[in-house]
């Protein structure tokens, strides 16, 4: 009987070790199929608003110099490239005509002058006066538009930068030159509505031009247009650079750098943002050292600063994410946190 008890006695105890060892080993297998992730702690902190656009450079003023009535070339005294000032004489043309108008003009003047006279010792008529004014003025007016149309000059400083015809054509629909004001010269961005209380006529702009890779130019904003694009939901703003040296050219590729100020907002490492395949959307991975479990946010980002992502919403100041590990993740899961990153780096972009 003895012997029985002590067989049964046995027989329990190897079968309770039996079934504590299963239950470690299975514990230790749960514990090792948790997903290990590195996570690290996020602080809201001061960022530059930065707005990039591009844009093409362009003249500040463009002119056509043409002619109101079809004419023959006489002379071009400019070429392209020819720098030429304001009002200086650039075209000349047939003035044949301009002699027969002249002798007509004067002597509607005398006809004129002398129906004044006549009406004054009361031997002529006011209607002959006025009918005699009417066609003095069309006539001086019809003189001054033929000398204007006969010696052309500029408008504006600048250069030429197109020539259509040669002395001894007759204009057509073409103009005969074009002028450019190249100082300054100015490029036409397009800013999102909701920065149109941060741009102001006067404020500076960073430029940077791809043909001058190594230098930065100065801008200015000279001229914002008070109307928003419903369409694309901005506004434009024309910005003006000096150009006092040349170099910059209309036509040449341009990026404008403007400085809105700073926000206080989350920056999180670029490793901790998710890209949803196929949506577009990006979601964060957010720990909670409670229940040792990770939540997936939508994110809305901001600027990328370097290696990291302005955060405008999903994520709250002090919370941790992961920054590692996401690929076996989904919201709710159970973590193994294998590693907690230093955050200074963060805070103190």
């Given at each position: 009987?003895?012997?029985?008890?002590?067989?049964?006695?046995?027989?329990?105890?190897?079968?309770?070790?039996?079934?504590s060892?299963?239950?470690?080993?299975?514990?230790?297998?749960?514990?090792?199929?948790?997903?290990?992730?590195?996570?690290?702690?996020?602080?809201?902190?001061?960022?530059?608003?930065?707005?990039?656009?591009?844009?093409?450079v362009?003249?500040?003023?463009?002119?056509?110099?043409?002619?109101?009535?079809?004419?023959?070339?006489?002379?071009?005294?400019?070429?392209?490239?020819?720098?030429?000032?304001?009002?200086?004489?650039?075209?000349?043309?047939?003035?044949?005509?301009?002699?027969?108008?002249?002798?007509?003009?004067?002597?509607?003047?005398?006809?004129?002058?002398?129906?004044?006279?006549?009406?004054?010792?009361?031997?002529?008529?006011?209607?002959?006066?006025?009918?005699?004014?009417?066609?003095?003025?069309?006539?001086?007016?019809?003189?001054?538009?033929?000398?204007?149309?006969?010696?052309?000059?500029?408008?504006?400083?600048?250069?030429?930068?197109?020539?259509?015809?040669?002395?001894?054509?007759?204009?057509?629909?073409?103009?005969?030159?074009?002028?450019?004001?190249?100082?300054?010269?100015?490029?036409?961005?397009?800013?999102?509505?909701?920065?149109?209380?941060?741009?102001?006529?006067?404020?500076?702009?960073?430029?940077?031009?791809?043909?001058?890779?190594?230098?930065?130019?100065?801008?200015?904003?000279?001229?914002?247009?008070?109307?928003?694009d419903?369409?694309?939901?901005?506004?434009?703003?024309?910005?003006?650079?000096?150009?006092?040296?040349?170099?910059?050219?209309?036509?040449?590729f341009?990026?404008?750098?403007?400085?809105?100020?700073?926000?206080?907002?989350?920056?999180?490492?670029?490793?901790?943002?998710?890209?949803?395949?196929?949506?577009?959307?990006?979601?964060?991975y957010?720990?909670?050292?409670?229940?040792?479990?990770?939540?997936?946010?939508?994110?809305?980002?901001?600027?990328?600063?370097?290696?990291?992502?302005?955060?405008?919403?999903?994520?709250?100041?002090?919370e941790?994410?992961?920054?590692?590990?996401q690929?076996?993740?989904?919201?709710?899961?159970?973590?193994?946190?294998?590693?907690?990153?230093?955050?200074?780096?963060?805070?103190?972009?």
């Amino acid at each position: 009987m003895n012997r029985h008890i002590a067989i049964l006695a046995l027989t329990l105890a190897l079968t309770a070790c039996s079934k504590s060892g299963s239950e470690n080993s299975q514990a230790n297998e749960t514990a090792e199929e948790l997903p290990k992730v590195e996570i690290q702690q996020v602080f809201t902190t001061d960022v530059n608003q930065i707005g990039e656009y591009t844009a093409t450079v362009e003249a500040f003023k463009t002119n056509n110099i043409s002619t109101s009535t079809p004419n023959r070339i006489k002379n071009i005294l400019v070429d392209v490239g020819s720098r030429v000032a304001k009002g200086q004489k650039v075209v000349i043309l047939d003035d044949v005509n301009i002699e027969q108008l002249r002798v007509r003009l004067a002597n509607t003047e005398r006809e004129y002058n002398r129906a004044v006279k006549l009406l004054e010792i009361g031997a002529g008529t006011q209607q002959s006066v006025d009918q005699l004014k009417t066609e003095l003025d069309a006539s001086r007016r019809q003189y001054t538009n033929m000398v204007e149309n006969t010696v052309l000059v500029s408008p504006i400083s600048g250069v030429v930068t197109a020539r259509n015809y040669d002395p001894g054509d007759m204009t057509g629909t073409q103009p005969i030159l074009t002028i450019e004001q190249v100082q300054p010269v100015k490029i036409i961005i397009n800013v999102s509505e909701t920065d149109y209380t941060k741009v102001h006529k006067g404020m500076g702009v960073d430029i940077a031009l791809d043909v001058y890779p190594d230098e930065k130019f100065k801008g200015t904003v000279y001229l914002i247009h008070p109307t928003v694009d419903a369409s694309t939901r901005t506004f434009t703003v024309e910005i003006t650079i000096d150009n006092a040296a040349d170099k910059v050219l209309p036509g040449m590729f341009a990026r404008a750098t403007l400085n809105f100020g700073t926000a206080n907002n989350i920056v999180v490492p670029d490793r901790a943002v998710v890209k949803q395949t196929g949506s577009g959307n990006k979601y964060i991975y957010v720990y909670n050292p409670g229940t040792q479990t990770v939540s997936f946010n939508q994110v809305q980002l901001g600027q990328r600063i370097d290696n990291t992502y302005e955060v405008l919403s999903g994520v709250k100041d002090g919370e941790m994410v992961v920054i590692s590990g996401q690929t076996r993740l989904s919201s709710g899961a159970k973590v193994d946190v294998v590693n907690r990153a230093a955050t200074d780096s963060i805070a103190n972009k």
